[in-house]
């Protein structure tokens, strides 16, 4: 049973920076997608950013893409997200995610829009931004 706990966060005025981790317990080696989702109050979660952690390779949506970094650990048990030059609109609790795909072979296809698709889920964690 795969656990992720997201830390970091908090507050920053728009153009600054924060850093979000997910720690990843309960690892199994057919976890092959790891991402990054925001919710905002009565909006639908949405896809920040995809990593398939055969290679680390990465995938953004278009609203974070140059200003958002994910990366993984050496032992891929960690997963990190970067935030740079953060705007109001990137205020949203954030979420970390992983699936088993076992078609997976890039950061694109583990990058979803939506959640459906993702099976494991972290408690989430607050990114404001003013």
């Known amino acids: 049973h795969v656990q992720l706990v997201e830390s970091g966060g908090g507050s920053v005025q728009a153009g600054g920076s924060l850093s979000l981790s997910c720690a990843a317990s309960?690892?199994?080696?057919?976890?092959?997608?790891m991402a990054w989702f925001r919710q905002v109050p009565g909006k639908d979660r949405e896809g920040v950013a995809g990593l398939w952690t055969g290679d680390g390779s990465t995938y953004y949506a278009d609203s974070v893409k140059g200003r958002f970094t994910m990366s993984q650990d050496n032992a891929k048990t960690t997963l990190y997200l970067q935030m740079n030059s953060l705007k109001p609109d990137d205020t949203a609790m954030y979420y970390c995610?992983?699936?088993?795909?076992?078609?997976?072979?890039?950061?694109?296809?583990?990058?979803?829009?939506?959640?459906?698709?993702?099976?494991?889920w972290g408690q989430g964690i607050q990114v404001t931004v003013s």
């Open positions: 309960g690892y199994a080696s057919n976890i092959y997608c």
């Open positions: 995610a992983a699936v088993s795909l076992p078609l997976a072979h890039s950061g694109a296809y583990c990058y979803r829009p939506s959640d459906r698709e993702y099976r494991y």
